[in-house]
């Protein structure tokens, strides 16, 4: 059934007050779209196949893992844990959650949509289209890819979400991150099709920073997802796109570009580099087209780097330089990026294709390790997000947010390397078990808060309205 609500009763709560400043339309929202998420319990992981992608604790093969009120308190054989629930950990493998680390999941509304001509493609179809959506269709899409982050084995995602048009359309977004219970960053970006001479709305976004930790976020931050210097035919004239970072560095917050995704934009690394747009804070996307003077300046300046095989290899960007970042000591994350083009949200794909690329590209067998691409999707991954210090890896003292993948599958038998298994043989579908600061959100194969018809519905539903204001068929 369909209502239509205030924001402010939209939002509900403290958080409201504050996201709704400023708040005077009325946005349809479903009125049956708010779930209850499960309490932080205790309970103790038995006998499973642990790998704590931590370099001390290492892999434990009949291991517990003891959780409490979102916690991990005690990571070993043998545990004594009291009063816990047991939670049967045989034929698992237990691992950290997967870190996504750049996803714009508002246009998983748009699924697969890029289409097979030039004025079908991904971009126009993204700017044609999201130009169209509305704060509940933003809600939608990014409620739907949350609910498949989850089903598949994520516990972190970095929602760069690119199409801020007003301050009603971040609340959105980020209400369906709340709902979901997912850890992230919320990166708040430039409007599909915004002026290259417009800078987005910074006054809303400090106002969104000052109010965040009195809103109640608690597994949520906030960034900017930053246009950069933009190039033909859309140049950002460096007074916009220098007020723009000056802004989010002052702050505080992390910034995050796209950068160097094609042949024609080779030197847009150097030029942030000359400009003084690298640093610790800063996240460059993609970075294919990159020189080694390049990756030495992003080494020095302590720039990560996200890659996202999947649609860099479907929009033909190019190879990601793998081998060439790691080894000069740059922290690498992976990232789905974009369900339009990749058209799922598949970790377990992600690090077969950064790996079989990598060991392809450089005609070596054994170029990339398993358990290094592992890193990458969990504790390499968190660091790259700032936050390896609560999650990445399974020890006493982080937060838990961790998975289970079963091995009694069909495609996971026979229990052979577990590390060479989650990346070639591993599928969403195996993933048992999901917790995510201590909650367990997927349980036994089935999502423990959301109800899947009733989510894909919905998003069928603001997908069919988005086409017909639109006329896109
Ligand atoms: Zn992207």
Redesign the pocket.
Known sequence: MKTTMSRRSFLGGAAAMSLAAGAGEAIAVESRGTFNLPNRGEFVIRSAYVMTMDPTLRDIPRGDVHVKNGAIVAVGAGLKAGGAEAIDGRDMIVLPGFVDT?W?MWNTLLRSMAGDKRELGYFPTVATLGKLFTPGDMYQGTRLAAVEAIYSGFTFVHD?CHNVRRPDFAAANLKALRESGLRGRFSYGTPQAHPPTETIDLADLERLRRDWKSSGEDLLDLGLAWRGMGAAPAVIPPEVYRKEFDAARAAGLPISV?VANLRSRAGAVDALAKANLLGKDVQL??AIWITPEEIQAIAAAGSCVSL?PY?ELRIGFGFPQTGELLAAGVTLGLSV??TVLSGNADMFAIMKAIQNVENSRTENEFKLPARRVLELATIEGARSMGVDDRVGSLKPGKRADLIMVSTRDVNMGVFTDPAHMLVEAAQPSNVDTVVVDGRILKRRGKLMAYDTRQVVGQASAALAGVRKRGNWW
Do not use: A, L
């Open positions: 750049h714009h760069w796209h996307i993609h996202s649609t990026d974009t």
